[in-house]
């Protein structure tokens, strides 16, 4: 613990960080304090720590005082800790003589009393210093990584992504559970503000995907299970059974013809329930893979085994339709993998006052858009259930956006979606629209100037929250009708608004199962629930875990123009990384004193890594350092205490907390 | 099912003002069903004003001080005994009273230091409960239809909550779409309609301060039940029981539309359908709709024990 005249010299650096810190700390003060601490040698203060010049101090104090250990009070080491350890090593001073002090989220940032906030740092620094101490040199491994990389969800966020690095040369796996990809973006009509139209867009990327030859899909499909880390994923995939022979279905789509089955019967999921579908079925027209699926839930075969398997007869030679397909396990290596996953809309029938599930002509913006699409239920046409035409329709905003009794964030994409849809329903009817909106939020690209459009094609907009959508009539031009009632804010009064339609604008939320993948995949979640990026600036589509990185609308609500960007950038970071050719390990890791151990294999199940394995013939558990992500489970649970970790040695630990104490 | 009946649980029972004045109906109508089944229920003794509406409005203190001294009377009476209050305005006041003196410590220790000033016991651990909730989860729908002793020849029924028993609390029921009035309506044979204004405002005292809104606000309420066809409304609140029975002939005036339909409290024709005295009802104390109310409970004493 010193180097070679026998003391330990240590440079104490303490960070204004602008105000952050400095406007409740007395920077100055903690230094002269630290001036005075056993083995101190060098004591300053300065405005950025972090800064080249605040970096340069310490590399020329380490050359001048001969320091052979650091410590630096400023922000998380979550922030900078990676920056003080490289400076250390630029001064030929092993990066693990690094010990750093928070005092702005632990300190600054939580207090306002300056003396007692001062006080703390103080306390703060003293027992960095004495654990510093006892830090020992320790060396980064380097782990090879797999070139390949996983992308879950196969929406428009994974297939970019998938396309991007197939087309790097890398070996892409693409899963999707549902039967074909495309996600939500397959289900609009167009796309705002230019109007694309969605599957014109979407499909060709989607029939890329399918014939890429670095790209494995595999739809039906769901991942079970993650182990291993960074540059060395193993990952297991579910896949169910579609019931077809992939190979051996050329998607004639001759057998949902001969079903026997006249009619579907079977709500069509992919219409948002707006028609029926039959047993065997295709998803929609452009479904990629281009092949037909079993819904065993619904098919005679699978209910009573008696079934005259006409689609069978039909298939013929190809022989494609297989009952007794089965579940399988896939399991494949990957140096990365990228979560596209996606999101679900807000249930409307969660908020009662708008009559979702009451009143058959309230529907969702999402079951509109299936209204609206030339291959939806309706072919196109914009017709009640009744199959009347609307002659006056209410686009509501902010539904489960917004909301304190829902969800208190934005959805980004509903004002510009619901005026995309108010120009599409009034150029298929010729109905009045009215929106009613909070606030406007138009600020894409080209977005202000469609918003601006539609005001021109004279859409009525009406600021206010609706507070009902309701049956009961008050005179007889609103008898039959769905009346708002709503308080128009920029006119100043309460108005009644009858129509025949009303579209709910409803909000984006996490995937009902967010938390489970997010377990699976080791990841953390924002308080709304979407998944949650390493870093809302700097590293924006990483993960808190190494290798995993985050595309599209699992983050959070975009729209596409977005998603495609996030999940470009989720391919590059992945491909910097898997480029490198290997990873550098941390040294925090644990490991066993084989002399000390018992061999009662308690640390065993406790390791949520899998990294621990029992020697039998030497009695004692092994650690592999590459598994061991350092979370100190194992250490804590040894009953002889012979599990040691790296950087958190009992004596370092218990001399920190004497430190902090002031303990002799 | 089983047959063997456990000891049938015991109530407090918190009148208030309503219920001994416009709201007697009530009262009795109560009495007497839960007479017919078997429910024992026992007076709060001393009880003194709920502290709702006025005093709620103009001074908070005295209002969770006077709901307070109430709970505390009940914490008294012991037996671990739930506290029904059958009217919306005294459920809702004394239920905010607890659940402001537990979340808001200020206003806990207001309450406790007055009660002990008073020497009187703490108010914890008493539930309130209202008429809907307890024959809805204590009775149930089962028991009542064994119980039906009378066939509904009657007409339609609109079920209107009102405002107070379902909000912010909606221990009672559903906060926007309650439903279990018409599930103990239907469940004794009497038919409900699907009646959208079921939990909108009856204007409260309006109809006495802001005259005009709260008469619109009932002709609103009115209208909507008779345009969705019913031939009644049934309300478990004394205020808009009175509200929309009492002001029917002045909105006729004012619309030229007819309105003469009976508002019932859901204990009457619940009452009724047990098999209850037609004359312990309250039935003759409303004032709209009195064909009709004689018409369908009172001149049928002949089909009473049908079961």
Known sequence: MSNSNGTVRIGVYICHCGSNIGAVVNCPAVAEYAAGLPHVAVSRDYKYMCSDPGQELIIQDIREHKLDRVVVASCSPLLHEHTFREALAHAGLNSFFLQMVNIREHDSWVHSDHAAATAKAQDLVRAAVRRVVLHKPLERRQVDIDASVLVVGGGIAGIHAALTLANAGKKVYLVEREPSIGGHMAKFDKTFPTMDCAACILTPKMTQVRSHKNITLWTLSEVSQVSGYVGNYEVKVKRWPRYILEDACIGCQECIEACVFKQGKTEDEFNEKLSKRKPIYIPFPQAVPQMVLIDPDNCIQFKSGRCKKTCVEACGERKAIRFDQQEAIETIKVGAIILATGFKTFDAKRIPDYGYGVYPNVYTSLEVERLVNASGPTAGEIVLRDGSTPKAVGIIHCVGSRDERTNRHCSRVCCMYSLKLAHLIKEHTGAEVFNFYIDMRTPGKGFEEFYQQLLNEGVHMVRGRVAEVADWALDPSEEGKLVLRVEDTLAGFARRIPVDMVVLSVGLEPQEDADEVRRLFNISCSPGGFFLERHPKLAPVSTFTDGIFLAGCCQGPKDIPDTVAQAGAAAAEALALIDAGHVEMEPNTAHVIEEECSGCKTCLPMCPYSAITFKEEEHHAWINEVLCKGCGTCVAACPSGSIVQNLFEDEEIYEEIKGVLNYA | ?307
């Open chain 2, 1 to 307: 099912m089983s047959t063997t009946k456990p000891t049938q649980k015991s109530y407090l029972y918190f009148p208030g003002c309503s219920l001994r004045a416009t709201g007697k109906a009530y009262e009795e109508s109560m009495l007497e069903l839960f007479q017919r089944l078997e429910v024992p229920l026992e007076e709060l003794d001393d009880w003194n004003c709920c502290g709702a509406t006025s005093y709620m409005a103009i001074d908070e203190d005295s209002a969770f001080m006077l709901s307070a001294r109430n709970l505390s009377l009940a914490h008294q009476a012991g037996g671990g005994r739930d506290l029904l209050a059958p009217c919306a305005a005294c459920y809702l006041v004394l239920r905010k009273t607890q659940d402001y003196a537990q979340k808001y410590p200020s206003i806990g220790r207001e309450v406790a230091d007055s009660l002990k000033t008073a020497h009187l016991p703490a108010m914890n651990s008493v539930k309130v409960r209202h008429p809907l909730e307890m024959l809805y989860n204590d009775v149930g729908v089962e028991k009542l239809r064994g119980k039906v002793a009378r066939h509904w020849h009657g007409g339609h029924i609109a079920c209107y909550y009102g405002c107070q028993t379902v909000r912010p609390y909606s221990e009672v029921d559903k906060a926007y779409n309650p439903t279990r009035m018409d599930e103990l309506l239907r469940a004794v044979g009497i038919p409900t309609v699907d009646y959208s204004l079921k939990t909108k405002c009856c204007g409260g005292s309006l109809t006495g301060t802001i005259h005009d809104v709260g008469i619109r606000l009932n002709y609103v309420l009115l209208k909507e039940a008779v345009r969705k066809g019913a031939q009644a409304i049934v309300t478990i609140c004394p205020l808009c029981q009175f509200n929309l029975d009492t002001y029917q002939s002045e909105i006729s005036k004012q619309t030229k539309e007819h309105f003469d339909i009976p508002v019932f409290y859901l204990t009457q024709l619940l009452g009724w359908a047990v098999g209850g005295d037609v004359d312990k009802l309250g039935l003759q104390r409303g004032v709209s709709g009195r064909k009709a109310i004689k018409d369908w409970m009172m001149s049928h004493e002949g089909v009473e024990s049908y079961v």
